[in-house]
């Protein structure tokens, strides 16, 4: 069961949702259901403090765990393309090294400390995709689509607006494929140069 | 599908296999298939660069994914307790910071380091639990029951020699079933102390 379970995560909730470049949506936004089941989806990947900016969060670490519902997986297998109704769960976890007998690294939290859901509804969403963040276990409004992820998900997303390039099953797919953004080949092209 | 990508990779993979002990296993030990379809069963958790020695591996980092089979996930969440046929699959995959637009923290690779596997069979397994790890996606043989990852897991795992504190989804319904072993539960008391 989701649950901010400390006054530092539900800091963080409030900093993604800043960085999503908007509070709550208004009441007229599209809504989606908290995705109760995510943990039996299909996992994509786990990154380990990963940042755009280079900006570190001193003292605390955080795991993303990155889910994707079955059905979308599949079709991503067949096509390299997500199709309607993919619904993409990022699942934010503390990190910790000393517990038990580990000694060195990181393992992670048993409390969920945030989570952000990006779904395809192409008749529901402008643009398609929407992003949500949820608090607890009610549905939640979508983020306005002039927030800053709409667009850096845009511009440099290996295919259709999300992060393949960082899901490492997935990725060899959409080479094969040929479904990579012309965007995310600009990324590549320039920073080979 | 499996692949060891670099002579990196079957490095880590001659480490894991001498870490527990042994090289593989006489023609006599029992056998496993290798589990092909891990990534579409459950995700337990990663961790990055755990150790319990506290000795790291200079220059590399690596994640460990986990996955159990999702009949024996299903029974966990019932009972507290791990049923037979339980299958355990830890993958292995390098981490890299720089890449796309990445600045920091750690993020997975494509290609998969080691797999390495625990079983439980209560009539094909002496002591119900055995550990295997695959260079390919052939059967792989039982590790001897002498080598150390057995002592170690028996000594501390937190149930029926599972690192199940590890665990994030799995640790607060052990908790509740009351279903933690004995030794683990003395190490979490002598570490109070």
Chains 1, 2 share one sequence.
């Not at 007998?101 to 643009?127: C, S, W």
């Amino acid at each position: 069961m989701f649950s901010l379970t400390s006054r530092f995560a539900k800091a963080v909730l409030v900093c993604v949702t800043l960085l999503c470049g908007a509070a709550y949506a208004a009441d007229s936004a599209p809504q989606l259901d908290y995705p109760a089941d995510y943990r039996n989806w299909i996992f994509l990947t786990s990154g380990l403090d990963m940042t755009y900016s280079g900006e570190q969060m001193a003292g605390h670490h955080m795991f993303d765990n990155v889910f994707v519902n079955p059905e979308a997986y599949k079709a991503f297998q067949a096509t390299g393309r997500w199709p309607d109704k993919t619904i993409l769960v990022k699942e934010v976890r503390g990190g910790q090294t000393k517990g038990s007998i580990n000694r060195g690294g990181t393992y992670q939290q048993v409390g969920v400390m945030a989570l952000e859901v990006h779904a395809k509804d192409e008749k529901r969403f402008p643009g398609q995709w929407a992003f949500f963040v949820f608090g607890d276990a009610k549905p939640a409004a979508a983020i306005p689509k002039e927030a800053q992820c709409y667009a850096c998900h845009g511009s440099h997303g290996a295919v259709d607006n999300t992060f393949v390039q960082f899901y490492p099953t997935l990725m060899p797919i959409a080479e094969s494929k040929k479904t990579l953004a012309a965007g995310y080949l600009k990324d590549e092209s320039a920073a080979q140069k």
